[in-house]
């Protein structure tokens, strides 16, 4: 079952405009690492969860995950070979806003080598520009 919010205000979303770097979840703050996307983007919720699938393997029980972002913004799409008009399209699918800077995921309890594999495994599924971040006593470096 793909993450989707479980009641919204309203059924549909405008698009909106994503052109802005983001100001806020950008430091890496529960975990030792954190996976910084470098690019505005919109990334489904299969996505999101493929992510996660592959951290969770990775790390097994030794250390932790912390998920940054949630997909709310509902997605809206016509059917194929559908005249125009006729009002907007059913919900599609889930995504998440992501501005540049933006931390995904967080995680511990791997060592620095182990933390580099996870990262280069991770990002051939975002499909953007992407950054390991190490956190050092509260420092981003």
């Known amino acids: 079952m ?10 549909k979303a405008f ?21 910084q996307v470098l690019e505005n983007l919109y990334m489904k919720a299969n996505t999101l969860q493929a992510l996660f699938k ?14 940054r972002v949630f997909p709310h913004k509902p997605i809206s799409k016509k059917p194929i070979e559908v005249r125009m008009g006729k009002g907007k399209g059913a919900v599609d699918h889930y995504a998440t806003v992501l501005q540049s800077g933006k931390i995904l ?15 280069e495994e991770a990002i ?11 956190r050092n006593f509260g420092n981003v470096c």
Not at 15 to 35: P, R
Not at 54 to 67: D, L, V
Not at 105 to 119: L, Q, S, T, W, Y
């Open 15 to 35: 698009k909106g405009v994503n052109k802005f770097s983001a100001t806020s979840g950008c430091e890496v703050i529960f975990g030792q690492y954190g996976i």
């Open 124 to 134: 051939v599924k975002v499909g953007a520009k992407c950054r390991l971040l190490v």
């Open 105 to 119: 995921f967080e995680f511990d309890g791997v060592n620095p080598d182990e933390a580099k594999r996870i990262f």
């Open 54 to 67: 592959i951290i969770s393997k990775r790390i097994k029980s030794s250390g932790r995950i912390w998920q």
């Open 2 to 11: 793909l993450i989707s919010p479980r009641k919204t205000k309203y059924k």
